[in-house]
Nanobody
Framework: QVQLVESGGGLVQDGGSLRLSCAASGRTFSRNAMGWFRQTPGKERDIVAGINWSGGITYYADSVKGRFTISRDNAKNTVYLQMNSLKPEDTAVYYC????????????????????WGQGTQVTVSS
């Protein structure tokens, strides 16, 4: 059974930091692009950051550029999202995703390009 399991979410104050992890099991995604999305109640799930198979190409939504960093460790089959200078508007459920259907040269940016999803982890930033 293939699983993506996120961890590292929680409650943090405005300006604080969190590091999310997404550990894959059941298969390797070392040749695939992966991404982080987030969703708030009543809204669509939006891309936060993406990373290609090697980690050499990354993408960030404008709202998180300069504050968030996506990285991966293919030996551990894990992708990370370092979140600094957090703001209340970053409050959301954060989801990890993998695009297993293509070689991960680029960084897919839409939900339908990803076919594996984690269960999500809540991030709450208090003001």
């Amino acid at each position: 059974q293939v699983q993506l399991v996120e961890s590292g979410g929680g409650l943090v104050q405005d300006g604080g930091s969190l590091r999310l992890s997404c550990a894959a099991s059941g298969r390797t995604f070392s040749r695939n692009a992966m991404g982080w999305f987030r969703q708030t109640p009543g809204k669509e799930r939006d891309i936060v950051a993406g990373i290609n198979w090697s980690g050499g190409i990354t993408y960030y939504a404008d709202s998180v550029k300069g504050r968030f960093t996506i990285s991966r460790d293919n030996a551990k089959n894990t992708v990370y999202l370092q979140m600094n200078s957090l703001k209340p508007e970053d409050t959301a459920v954060y989801y990890c995703a993998a695009d297993s259907r293509r070689m991960g040269w680029g960084t897919p940016r839409t939900m339908d390009e990803y076919d594996y999803w984690g269960q999500g982890t809540q991030v709450t930033v208090s003001s």
